[in-house]
């Protein structure tokens, strides 16, 4: 599904991603770790085509990521940093366009739409109310739903749960471990581990640029004999920090 090879990329001198290789495959959900500025969404936007590589070559679906056509590009769902959304329409508005624009029958479109907002949604009233009156917390919802709303083969998720309260990001746990099938991949990057760890298969942990750890969780937990949090405070080897000399504490 995604493949990435010898990848890099710099701004303004400064290398964000160097000589980053690695291969998500159906039946994964992958989770990208690291600490704000690793590159996770740099790597996200390489693979959207947002932006080039400076070398490497980036592919989805068995082709590069700019030269995509349709089939693919329909086989995609997709939740970026921005959001993307159409906030002077109302949810179920954009939703139902987000429909025709996969080309998705009218009655489908309209069950699904109705099916995900009565799992993600409270008020059934949310549904006529213009995204632009909506929180944080229902826009990263209802792009959540139009990422899935056409059942893509591969969803690629930046930061999904943050903005969520924690009983929503519960929801949306369930959901994607519903939504995993065989012919199907999730490829996220995410602070909140607690979630990442409940959901993950294979794990990815960018430093520096470099892509530090590639494998399953199991093998970056050492089997469960550690805690997601712990593995990477330990791969990632933070300094260490002293509180003593600030005495107004």
């Given amino acids: ?18 000589d980053i290789s690695l291969e998500v495959k159906p039946a994964q959900i992958y989770a990208l770790l690291g600490k704000n500025g ?3 969404t740099t790597l996200i936007n390489l693979m959207l085509d947002r932006m080039p590589p400076d070398s490497g070559v980036m592919k989805l679906f068995g082709k590069e990521s700019s030269t995509l056509g349709v ?9 970026t940093e921005d959001l993307a959304l159409l906030e002077e329409l109302n949810g179920y508005d954009f939703l139902t366009f987000m429909g025709k624009i996969y080309k998705m029958p009218a ?5 699904r739409i109705s099916d995900l907002f009565a799992f993600f949604f409270d008020d059934p009233g949310d549904l006529k109310k213009r995204i632009s009156k909506y929180s944080t917390g229902m826009k990263k919802k209802i792009a959540f739903c139009a990422a899935v709303l056409h059942t893509p083969d591969l969803l690629i998720l930046d930061e999904p749960f943050s903005g969520l309260d924690p009983l929503v990001a519960g929801q949306m746990v369930l959901f ?8 199907r991949t999730v490829f ?3 602070h909140d581990l607690s979630y990442v760890n409940k959901i993950a298969t294979h794990i990815g942990v960018l430093d520096e640029g470099k892509l530090l750890f590639d494998g399953t969780l199991g093998l970056f937990t050492k089997k469960g004999e550690q805690q997601l949090d712990e593995a990477l405070m330990q791969m990632l080897k933070p300094e260490n920090k002293e509180l003593d000399n600030m005495g107004w504490l």
Avoid at 5 to 14: A, E, L
Avoid at 71 to 79: D, N, P, T
Avoid at 176 to 183: T, V
């Fill in 176 to 183: 994607l471990k519903k939504y995993s099938k065989p012919q």
């Fill in 107 to 111: 009655a489908i479109v309209e069950s």
């Fill in 188 to 190: 996220l990057s995410s």
């Fill in 1 to 18: 599904m995604i493949e990435a090879r010898q990848i890099t990329k710099s701004f303004y001198g400064s290398v964000v991603l160097d």
């Fill in 38 to 40: 690793a590159g996770k």
């Fill in 71 to 79: 089939a693919e590009k329909r086989s995609l769902g997709v939740i």
